[in-house]
């Protein structure tokens, strides 16, 4: 596609389900991110995916988190038993494996836990 | 472990004005500097990167320097616009450590321009 594409683009879910946050990452791109960014504040980094080393999960805070990267395209965002402290937007943003390359961020999943 | 810090946190300026935003990173060995721009309830925009080998960028109205011995970038705005009312952040690429290519970002600066 021509930008890096994420969905939902908003989700209210009601806590303690489950949630999946799709990113579908610019084609050819191998190196995809996760970050999260609460109301008013800065991003955090939570998953870095790079070709097909292991990723980088050290941005992950909880073992509620998890990430999966399948075929080294689509990757999914799953939040186990949602908490109201996860409502926040999601962002995910891919690039060339490369270091030179530049990265290109989607429009982010706004999730909301009630 | 990499930081990156960005002053001010907040700016406001009278339209027209030139403005300048810092950024600046602990450690410099980086493969390259990016600045975004993000727009209330967006996502992030690319602006401008610099590979480490480079000293400046520019694109239209905006420059971005990089002094990568000492740590430092900044994003001149010229002739600034209500337009231009955004929050910027600058992110660094990392060269080492077990996450080689990781960006990591600093809180940004909320940049707002009174017409």
């Known amino acids: 596609g021509a930008g890096v594409s994420q969905s939902p683009s908003n989700k209210v879910t009601e806590k303690g389900k489950d949630v999946e946050l799709r990113c579908d990452p610019i084609s050819g791109h191998t190196a995809l991110y996760w970050y999260r960014q609460s109301l008013g504040q800065g991003l955090e980094f939570l998953i870095y995916f790079q070709g097909n080393s292991a990723p980088d999960k050290s941005g992950l805070p909880s073992d509620r988190f998890s990430a999966e990267r399948t075929g080294g395209s689509v990757s999914t965002l799953t939040i186990q038993r949602t908490q109201q402290e996860d409502s926040a937007v999601y962002l995910c943003a891919s690039s060339l494996v490369s270091g030179l390359s530049e990265a290109f961020f989607g429009q982010g999943t706004r999730l909301t836990v009630v | 472990k990499q930081e990156v810090t960005q002053i001010p946190a907040a700016l406001s300026v009278p339209e027209g004005e030139n403005l300048v935003l810092n950024c600046s990173f602990t450690d410099s060995a980086i493969y390259n500097l990016q600045w975004f721009r993000q727009d209330p309830g967006k996502g992030l925009t690319s602006l401008l990167l610099?590979?480490?080998?480079?000293r400046e960028q520019t694109s239209g109205r905006l420059n971005a320097s990089l002094d990568k011995s000492s740590g430092r970038s900044t994003l001149y705005i010229a002739a600034s616009q209500p337009g231009d009312s955004a929050t910027y952040l600058c992110?660094?690429?990392?060269?080492?450590?077990?996450?080689?290519?990781?960006?990591?970002f600093g809180k940004g600066t909320k940049l707002s321009v009174k017409p």
């Open positions: 610099i590979q480490s080998s480079q």
């Open positions: 992110a660094v690429r990392t060269y080492y450590g077990g996450s080689q290519g990781n960006l990591i």
